[in-house]
């Protein structure tokens, strides 16, 4: 992914976000590039999943059916069809940009829920997302201070608060996240031995 490319599809998505959601990605794109600098991570994948991760957030709901079956992704209840636009959005840049790099379609297709084994572009992308300057809610000025002294704490802080989040609305907890949450706090614990 060049630079021509990147404005070429920054300004794609402009046309198809609303104005709160691209002001929300840009706000993920300058979050993950300081996440990226202080973890050295390649900060133009960061850029480039964060333009990304929420291309396919403003499309209508029978759209994203439509586009659940032409991929064959399990389009299960409701509750999924909202998270699904991270894997859709992947889908679609497979499909019309030739993106095979997996880390980048990976932390697109997991931004909303992170799931086990998340590389440390994955964790940023679903950092970024959750910390970005425009977002409040309770809690978030801690996380954005974790982010940035340990990236596997701020992930499970952020996870564990989308789990009250969810479970206060009386909804499913997606697997993938109790999953990463397992799996990141398996990984704490072995490094304090
Ligand atoms: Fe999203
Ligand atoms: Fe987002």
Known sequence: MNSMDFSQLESIIESQLSVKRMEHTRGVISEAKK??????C???????AALCHD???CISESH???YLQEFSLDSGNTH????????IAAELLKR???LDDMDIINAISFHTTGRQGMSMLEKI?????????????PGVERIRELAYQDLDRACVESMKQTIEYINGKGREIDDNTIKAIEDLLL??????E
């Open 80 to 87: 999924s069809l909202e998270l699904a636009h991270g894997k």
């Open 64 to 66: 994203l059916k439509a």
């Open 96 to 98: 019309d940009w030739a």
């Open 42 to 48: 390649d900060t133009s994948k960061a850029e480039f």
């Open 125 to 137: 992308i679903y950092l970024a997302d959750a910390i970005e300057p425009g977002r409040k809610y």
């Open 55 to 57: 291309m396919a957030r």
């Open 35 to 40: 996440l990226a600098e202080r973890y050295g």
């Open 187 to 192: 990984k704490e614990r072995g490094s304090d």
